[in-house]
């Protein structure tokens, strides 16, 4: 069984990580330094199948891995192109206690869970469970080398992750040759000669070593590797050994970073993981933080700089910033500090992630958010919709031909899928009550059959919905709502039923309905051939069955044509759609878009809330005082819309006409005498008007409105609105 | 693609005690939705068991849900890798929450598993569950 | 070997005094670019910094570094503009090497609707002094190579705007090297040093208690992150600010290749790669309000898919660190800055997700109002009684993110 090794494989045994098999090959790590084998230190780092930064000795050898050993001044490089390798599934396991590390801490402590009638969930590192981070939930995010795991515990997560070793810090520490006592164990278990060793503190077990006398003092090697361990007696005296490995056993600091991440949850350690960490004597020279290569110099130098707190130390010195995240450095950070005449000082915020994952794998079990489709969606497609997200939903943009959709608006008859468009049913003994209160028109003055468009106020008198009441009863209303506000709008509805405790029902019935709109002066015409002999007024709506569908047919118009919308249940939309397309062949029927659909309201002067309002639109600021009662007792937002209509108006939403050229863009500035004055929100060429329209927000100058503008460097005109058919005939007819 | 068909119900807000006691018929699939929502499949036939209760109840033909049974081991596993909560044990059950990122209504039996979204996120979650 | 090691800044620290002419509360950006700019500017030095922990270490030490003046408002381009250009001369004028680095920002559009937005930002930002284009997906993809012009199938670009000036900095550095240019000139900087009181005399604000004992001043001024609601109140002031925590994540280093800042005004998410080779990726807010440092799995998870949908060579860049910081929203997405109306009390706040890019024209304004007692033209805009005034800096298309 081999692996490849910068391009050349090399041969393993059964069980090695890839650090062993590496060393087993005589390869050291680029990293250099003392190898912990545990998964604390950076030094074993290479780029394993193509990801870098992985920890070789946490790392299983396979047949075929291909491992680049990182470049020892260099960063690795970004990866060009990702290989379009599958996505990382997901899995949630639950249980009531989780514990992170199967040592004899987490065992004691597994079967203590389940002696007390819980069910586990028991990680493992050793088979490659690595918990990266503890959120809220609580939740234990896990790598492994297939999937990623959320692991849901109940009650609490135990951590057992145990202890890490202490690193030497002095002159030499960086060379090959230096292991932990655990893992000089390790290496010697599997086999490996460690050649003549050298035991600094408690030796390991089941390795020939000699022991050295005396405080570690430095190491010498040549071209890299370690060939004498150099020691100081308490006399003074340096003794020198001759070897090929040096093994420390210089003290230990829990494995404490899940821990301190799951502050204020139910986290708790056991083992040693819960130890007080060693304090290791301040060294007086060598390389701290092998991640950024900062030297004990460097933390000298900075300290003089004027750094005193821990948290400015490592910023400056980027000490514990890299990739073991201060599992090397953090003992000898806080052993300086202390030196230095700081109490003790704690140790740094624990943030995720511990052990790392990759973007792919920590995105495992999400999706984007889903667009809604209407029930039409395919019929949409099939005709050749070009679809354009909107208000959370797909929606026909136009079917290729703009021009065509608008003249079949204005000359003939067309269809367009408005079932996006918000919808609601508020009904009981207070839903009169609940409306007044909410809205600030007056309901009650809508009669049976009848619907009114009304504006929706937050309580700083700012316009953020508009839509229909449709009464059906005097304890029963239709609501509609614009198509992106109607989620917002129904918890506005549900928060207020709830504080001022009405005695209402409210169903959101937006996924319910299908809504089609028909549309063009010819709708009458084809609604007839549809069985509808009767259509309602202007304002008013009925139910009725067209094309055999149960409808309920509301009478009004936002494209400035005779229209009817036809509200009806969803899974019958596709039998009205094709029914209404068929029977309108005769009528030049064809559907149109949005983009067809904001030319024609553009030119009836409809505002769209959300384009043309912002977050400080007034009823005033649109010219729609109108359709505010303030002579009501109270609405949201009545107190902010009296005390703001006291105080001059500094801008207004207005209509205005180019002199001649094209439309302006969308967003275009307007300035009055070279100054600003305010910017376009809705533009369009009207081909019914032969020029463009626009509506923008045009600031008071002295408290005058300017009558002719520059847009774009050409001249443009106030004028009222609609641009179109200024009596309604045609919406009316 | 795995295909979610729209299911025919009523959909019922009322008084919660209306609904506690509401006399649905044995054979259709009642689903309580919230403390005073509750969908019925196949619709109901005789509304009155509710509106001569709360006669401010809304009753509406509801087709705006799709749903798709699934056989219990395939749920299971389509739930482990969708589902970050936790699925209720007993069996019959009923639970709903974000599965796939969709909001989700389960109702779960002892050999299949019926999942219900609202039809506008039908496609998207046809294409999660073949992911 | 690390480049990347503050070398320069020095730091000299005093003992408090009991009176000062200014304290500045919360030694973040925005306070202590205040007290830079009044001793260079002013040549007002007798000032003083409070600091309750280090300083940087709120939201100035936890942003994403982005240096931009694309907005959608004129006020707010004319003031970040402002910035953009202070920050182009900051390493000169402190001498310090604050890893000031222009790269361009990418804004994408994944719909007709978004393209029109990006069409409009460009428009506005010419006429008032920032340079934006619209970009074609072909622009695009020039600028950044590494960009999935299909968005995964899923969310395909069709266009976006390309504001070439936008920039990073360490945040760690400016920070530093604008209180070290303050202490340089006799600006005291008190560390470990928490405000618990507001000293008042009538309707006058005249100093703070403080954890070192109380201090006195003619001027205080608040440049807190975060807790700004709590210590207005103080002031009998009743703050129109929600905040909410944002969060960003970073991966491992690698060698320098990834230049401009991408970000997605429909998945809400940006990307950059830092000076240290780090790749930077962040989000939009948490909907939910509140003062928690606390990282999230669901947003981790969540911005790693969008952020790949446009980059897809992320997904295999290995984390290193995500983390937290607390935005101060106002509701109009857009700063406080000014006069309060309790005398001898002003304020800078309403940060959100913009402060790190305001902090030199933040600093440079409110220390020229302080100094003159007048505000300056360039900020009146963002007063605090513009709420009563009915005057809101509505700035939707530039709010959430970064």
Same mark, same amino acid.
């Given at each position: 069984?081999?692996?490849?090794?910068?391009?050349?494989?090399?041969?393993?045994?059964?069980?090695?990580?890839?650090?062993?098999?590496?060393?087993?090959?005589?390869?050291?790590?680029?990293?250099?330094?003392?190898?912990?084998?545990?998964?604390?230190?950076?030094?074993?780092?290479?780029?394993?199948?193509?990801?870098?930064?992985?920890?070789?000795?946490?790392?299983?050898?396979?047949?075929?891995?291909?491992?680049?050993?990182?470049?020892?001044?260099?960063?690795?490089?970004?990866?060009?192109?990702?290989?379009?390798?599958?996505?990382?599934?997901?899995?949630?396991?639950?249980?009531d206690v989780v514990i992170i590390g199967a040592g004899e801490a987490g065992r004691t402590a597994a079967r203590e869970a389940e002696a007390a009638g819980k069910s586990i969930n028991l990680l493992d590192a050793t088979y490659g469970e690595e918990a990266i981070g503890i959120y809220p939930g609580p939740l234990v995010v896990v790598r492994t080398p297939h999937e990623t795991l959320h692991v849901h515990a109940q009650d609490e997560i135990i951590v057992a992750t145990g202890a890490a070793e202490i690193?030497?810090?002095?002159?030499?520490?960086?060379?090959?040759?230096?292991?932990?006592?655990?893992?000089?164990?390790?290496?010697?278990?599997?086999?490996?000669?460690?050649?003549?060793?050298?035991?600094?503190?408690?030796?390991?077990?089941?390795?020939?070593?000699?022991?050295?006398?005396?405080?570690?003092?430095?190491?010498?090697?040549?071209?890299?590797?370690?060939?004498?361990?150099?020691?100081?007696?308490?006399?003074?005296?340096?003794?020198?050994?001759?070897?090929?490995?040096?093994?420390?056993?210089?003290?230990?600091?829990?494995?404490?970073?899940?821990?301190?991440?799951?502050?204020?949850?139910?986290?708790?350690?056991?083992?040693?993981?819960?130890?007080?960490?060693?304090?290791?004597?301040?060294?007086?020279?060598?390389?701290?933080?092998?991640?950024?290569?900062?030297?004990?110099?460097?933390?000298?130098?900075?300290?003089?700089?004027?750094?005193?707190?821990?948290?400015?130390?490592?910023?400056?010195?980027?000490?514990?910033?890299?990739?073991?995240?201060?599992?090397?450095?953090?003992?000898?950070?806080?052993?300086?500090?202390?030196?230095?005449?700081?109490?003790?000082?704690?140790?740094?915020?624990?943030?995720?992630?511990?052990?790392?994952?990759?973007?792919?794998?920590?995105?495992?079990?999400?999706?984007?958010?889903?667009?809604?489709?209407?029930?039409?969606?395919?019929?949409?497609?099939?005709?050749?919709?070009?679809?354009?997200?909107?208000?959370?939903?797909?929606?026909?943009?136009?079917?290729?031909?703009?021009?065509?959709?608008?003249?079949?608006?204005?000359?003939?008859?067309?269809?367009?899928?408005?079932?996006?468009?918000?919808?609601?049913?508020?009904?009981?003994?207070?839903?009169?009550?609940?409306?007044?209160?909410?809205?600030?028109?007056?309901?009650?003055?809508?009669?049976?059959?009848?619907?009114?468009?009304?504006?929706?106020?937050?309580?700083?008198?700012?316009?953020?919905?508009?839509?229909?009441?449709?009464?059906?009863?005097?304890?029963?209303?239709?609501?509609?709502?614009?198509?992106?506000?109607?989620?917002?709008?129904?918890?506005?509805?549900?928060?207020?039923?709830?504080?001022?405790?009405?005695?209402?029902?409210?169903?959101?019935?937006?996924?319910?309905?299908?809504?089609?709109?028909?549309?063009?002066?010819?709708?009458?015409?084809?609604?007839?051939?549809?069985?509808?002999?009767?259509?309602?007024?202007?304002?008013?709506?009925?139910?009725?069955?067209?094309?055999?569908?149960?409808?309920?047919?509301?009478?009004?118009?936002?494209?400035?044509?005779?229209?009817?919308?036809?509200?009806?249940?969803?899974?019958?939309?596709?039998?009205?759609?094709?029914?209404?397309?068929?029977?309108?062949?005769?009528?030049?029927?064809?559907?149109?878009?949005?983009?067809?659909?904001?030319?024609?309201?553009?030119?009836?002067?409809?505002?769209?809330?959300?384009?043309?309002?912002?977050?400080?639109?007034?009823?005033?600021?649109?010219?729609?005082?109108?359709?505010?009662?303030?002579?009501?007792?109270?609405?949201?937002?009545?107190?902010?819309?009296?005390?703001?209509?006291?105080?001059?108006?500094?801008?207004?939403?207005?209509?205005?006409?180019?002199?001649?050229?094209?439309?302006?863009?969308?967003?275009?500035?307007?300035?009055?005498?070279?100054?600003?004055?305010?910017?376009?929100?809705?533009?369009?060429?009207?081909?019914?008007?032969?020029?463009?329209?626009?509506?923008g927000w045009l600031h008071y100058f002295d408290g005058h409105l300017p009558e002719t503008v520059t847009i774009d460097g050409r001249s443009a005109r106030r004028v009222p609105v609609p641009f179109y058919d200024k009596e309604a005939a045609r919406a009316r007819a | 693609m795995p295909a979610l068909k729209r299911i025919a119900a009523t959909r019922i807000v009322a008084q919660p005690q209306v609904l506690d006691s509401a006399d649905v018929p044995q054979s259709s699939l009642a689903l309580r939705f919230?403390?005073?929502?509750?969908?019925?499949?196949?619709?109901?036939?005789?509304?009155?068991?509710?509106?001569?209760?709360?006669?401010?109840?809304?009753?509406?033909?509801?087709?705006?849900?799709?749903?798709?049974?699934?056989?219990?081991?395939?749920?299971?596993?389509?739930?482990?890798?969708?589902?970050?909560?936790?699925?209720?044990?007993?069996?019959?059950?009923?639970?709903?929450?974000?599965?796939?990122?969709?909001?989700?209504?389960?109702?779960?039996?002892?050999?299949?598993?019926?999942?219900?979204?609202?039809?506008?996120?039908?496609?998207?979650?046809?294409?999660?569950?073949?992911? | 070997?690390?480049?990347?090691?503050?070398?320069?800044?020095?730091?000299?620290?005093?003992?408090?005094?009991?009176?000062?002419?200014?304290?500045?509360i919360g030694g973040g950006g925005h306070g202590l670019a205040t007290a830079y700019y009044l001793a260079t500017r002013h040549n007002i030095t007798n000032v003083a910094v409070l600091e309750r922990n280090y300083i940087g270490g709120g939201n100035s030490g936890r942003n994403t570094t982005v240096i931009r003046s694309n907005y959608g408002i004129p006020e707010a381009v004319r003031f970040y503009q402002r910035s953009v250009e202070l920050y182009q001369t900051l390493e000169d004028e402190t001498e310090?090497?604050?890893?000031?680095?222009?790269?361009?920002?990418?804004?994408?559009?994944?719909?007709?609707?978004?393209?029109?937005?990006?069409?409009?930002?460009?428009?506005?930002?010419?006429?008032?002094?920032?340079?934006?284009?619209?970009?074609?997906?072909?622009?695009?993809?020039?600028?950044?190579?590494?960009?999935?012009?299909?968005?995964?199938?899923?969310?395909?670009?069709?266009?976006?705007?390309? =504001? *070439?000036?936008? $920039?990073?900095?360490?945040?760690?550095?400016?920070?530093?090297?604008? %209180?070290? &240019?303050? @202490?340089?000139? !006799?600006?005291?900087?008190?560390?470990?040093?928490?405000?618990?009181?507001?000293?008042?005399?009538?309707?006058?604000?005249?100093?703070?208690?403080?954890?070192?004992?109380?201090?006195?001043?003619?001027?205080?001024?608040?440049?807190?992150?975060?807790?700004?609601?709590?210590?207005?109140?103080?002031?009998?002031?009743?703050?129109?600010?929600?905040?909410?925590?944002?969060?960003?994540?970073?991966?491992?280093?690698?060698?320098?290749?990834? =230049? *401009?800042?991408? $970000?997605?005004?429909?998945?809400?998410?940006?990307?950059?790669?830092? %000076?240290? &080779?780090? @790749?930077?990726? !962040?989000?939009?807010?948490?909907?939910?309000?509140?003062?928690?440092?606390?990282?999230?799995?669901?947003?981790?998870?969540?911005?790693?898919?969008?952020?790949?949908?446009?980059?897809?060579?992320?997904?295999?860049?290995?984390?290193?660190?995500?983390?937290?910081?607390?935005?101060?929203?106002?509701?109009?997405?857009?700063?406080?800055?000014?006069?309060?109306?309790?005398?001898?009390?002003?304020?800078?706040?309403?940060?959100?997700?913009?402060?790190?890019?305001?902090?030199?024209?933040?600093?440079?304004?409110?220390?020229?109002?302080? %100094?003159? &007692?007048?505000?300056?033209?360039?900020?009146?805009?963002?007063?605090?009684?513009?709420?009563?005034?009915?005057?809101?800096?509505?700035?939707?298309?530039?709010?959430?993110?970064?």
């Open positions: 069984m081999r692996l490849i090794v910068d391009g050349r494989p090399i041969s393993y045994e059964p069980g090695d990580s890839l650090l062993i098999a590496l060393l087993r090959a005589d390869i050291q790590p680029t990293g250099g330094g003392c190898l912990c084998l545990g998964g604390d230190c950076a030094n074993c780092l290479a780029t394993v199948d193509g990801v870098s930064y992985v920890r070789t000795c946490q790392t299983a050898a396979k047949p075929g891995t291909v491992v680049q050993l990182h470049h020892t001044q260099k960063y690795p490089p970004l990866p060009q192109e990702d290989e379009a390798r599958p996505a990382v599934p997901a899995r949630n396991l639950f249980s690193l030497p810090i002095v002159p030499g520490s960086e060379l090959a040759g230096l292991l932990t006592r655990r893992a000089a164990e390790k290496l010697a278990q599997a086999g490996l000669d460690l050649g003549r060793v050298v035991a600094i503190g408690t030796p390991p077990a089941a390795v020939d070593c000699q022991l050295a006398a005396g405080e570690l003092l430095r190491f010498e090697g040549e071209n890299g590797r370690l060939h004498t361990v150099i020691t100081q007696t308490e006399a003074g005296q340096e003794n020198r050994y001759a070897c090929d490995t040096a093994v420390l056993n210089l003290g230990l600091h829990p494995r404490n970073a899940l821990l301190r991440m799951g502050h204020n949850l139910p986290v708790r350690a056991v083992g040693d993981a819960a130890l007080e960490s060693d304090i290791p004597a301040c060294p007086n020279e060598g390389v701290v933080c092998p991640c950024e290569g900062v030297s004990v110099a460097d933390l000298e130098t900075i300290w003089e700089q004027g750094f005193h707190e821990m948290e400015l130390v490592k910023r400056a010195t980027l000490a514990g910033t890299g990739t073991c995240q201060g599992s090397t450095c953090l003992p000898y950070l806080r052993s300086f500090l202390l030196k230095k005449g700081k109490t003790l000082q704690p140790s740094f915020t624990a943030r995720p992630v511990t052990r790392q994952l990759t973007v792919g794998e920590v995105s495992a079990g999400t999706h984007h958010h889903a667009t809604a489709r209407t029930a039409l969606d395919a019929e949409h497609r099939r005709l050749g919709a070009q679809m354009e997200r909107s208000g959370g939903w797909w929606r026909p943009w136009s079917y290729g031909d703009p021009d065509g959709e608008y003249w079949a608006v204005r000359e003939a008859v067309s269809l367009m899928d408005v079932s996006t468009l918000g919808k609601m049913i508020v009904s009981g003994p207070d839903a009169l009550e609940f409306l007044e209160r909410l809205y600030p028109t007056k309901v009650s003055t809508i009669k049976d059959g009848r619907s009114r468009y009304v504006l929706l106020l937050n309580e700083r008198g700012y316009v953020f919905d508009d839509g229909l009441i449709c009464k059906e009863s005097d304890t029963r209303y239709s609501l509609t709502f614009t198509s992106g506000g109607v989620s917002h709008a129904e918890m506005w509805l549900r928060d207020w039923a709830a504080s001022w405790q009405m005695d209402v029902h409210i169903l959101h019935q937006t996924m319910s309905l299908g809504a089609i709109n028909v549309t063009g002066p010819l709708t009458k015409q084809l609604l007839a051939k549809a069985g509808l002999a009767n259509p309602p007024g202007w304002l008013a709506h009925t139910k009725a069955e067209v094309a055999g569908v149960p409808c309920h047919i509301f009478r009004l118009s936002f494209t400035g044509e005779l229209s009817f919308e036809l509200h009806h249940p969803a899974e019958d939309s596709v039998k009205l759609w094709r029914a209404l397309l068929e029977w309108g062949q005769e009528f030049g029927i064809r559907p149109h878009g949005l983009h067809t659909l904001l030319r024609l309201r553009l030119e009836k002067g409809h505002i769209i809330v959300g384009q043309d309002t912002d977050f400080d639109s007034t009823p005033r600021r649109i010219h729609h005082d109108w359709a505010v009662k303030l002579e009501k007792p109270a609405f949201i937002g009545r107190h902010a819309v009296e005390r703001t209509n006291k105080i001059p108006l500094d801008k207004l939403l207005v209509g205005l006409e180019m002199a001649d050229g094209p439309a302006p863009m969308e967003g275009a500035v307007i300035w009055h005498d070279g100054q600003f004055a305010g910017h376009i929100t809705s533009s369009a060429w009207s081909p019914v008007l032969h020029k463009a329209v626009m509506l | 919230a403390a005073d929502e509750l969908f019925v499949t196949p619709p109901l036939q005789d509304e009155t068991i509710i509106t001569a209760h709360d006669p401010h109840a809304i009753l509406i033909r509801e087709g705006g849900f799709a749903g798709i049974w699934l056989p219990a081991e395939e749920a299971a596993l389509f739930l482990a890798r969708n589902c970050e909560w936790e699925i209720p044990n007993g069996r019959p059950a009923f639970a709903q929450g974000a599965v796939a990122s969709i909001p989700t209504k389960l109702w779960l039996e002892d050999e299949q598993v019926l999942f219900i979204v609202p039809a506008p996120y039908a496609h998207d979650f046809a294409e999660r569950m073949q992911d | 070997m690390n480049e990347f090691q503050e070398k320069l800044v020095n730091f000299k620290w005093v003992e408090p005094k009991k009176t000062y002419d200014v304290i500045i310090r090497w604050i890893m000031h680095a222009q790269k361009g920002i990418l804004w994408m559009a994944h719909g007709e609707t978004a393209v029109r937005a990006e069409k409009a930002r460009a428009e506005i930002n010419t006429a008032f002094g920032a340079k934006t284009v619209f970009v074609t997906p072909k622009e695009i993809k020039e600028i950044c190579p590494e960009v999935d012009l299909t968005g995964g199938g899923v969310w395909p670009i069709m266009g976006g705007s390309y =504001h *070439p000036e936008a $920039a990073t900095a360490r945040h760690d550095r400016v920070n530093w090297a604008l %209180a070290e &240019g303050a @202490m340089k000139r !006799g600006v005291h900087v008190h560390q470990n040093t928490a405000v618990t009181n507001l000293i008042k005399s009538g309707n006058r604000v005249i100093g703070v208690e403080t954890t070192a004992g109380p201090m006195h001043a003619n001027v205080v001024m608040s440049a807190v992150g975060g807790h700004v609601t709590g210590l207005a109140a103080l002031a009998g002031l009743r703050l129109p600010i929600r905040t909410h925590p944002l969060q960003a994540f970073v991966t491992n280093h690698y060698e320098q290749k990834f =230049h *401009p800042i991408v $970000a997605s005004t429909s998945l809400l998410t940006y990307v950059s790669q830092t %000076a240290r &080779g780090e @790749m930077l990726i !962040g989000a939009e807010i948490d909907r939910q309000p509140s003062y928690s440092y606390r990282s999230g799995h669901h947003f981790l998870q969540t911005c790693a898919h969008r952020a790949m949908t446009m980059l897809p060579f992320l997904r295999q860049l290995r984390i290193l660190r995500q983390w937290t910081g607390v935005c101060d929203m106002s509701p109009d997405y857009s700063p406080i800055m000014g006069f309060t109306g309790v005398d001898g009390f002003v304020l800078t706040t309403g940060w959100g997700t913009w402060g790190f890019k305001a902090i030199p024209a933040g600093g440079e304004q409110m220390a020229q109002l302080i %100094a003159t &007692g007048e505000t300056p033209e360039l900020i009146a805009p963002f007063a605090l009684d513009r709420f009563a005034q009915d005057r809101t800096m509505a700035d939707r298309g530039s709010a959430g993110t970064h």
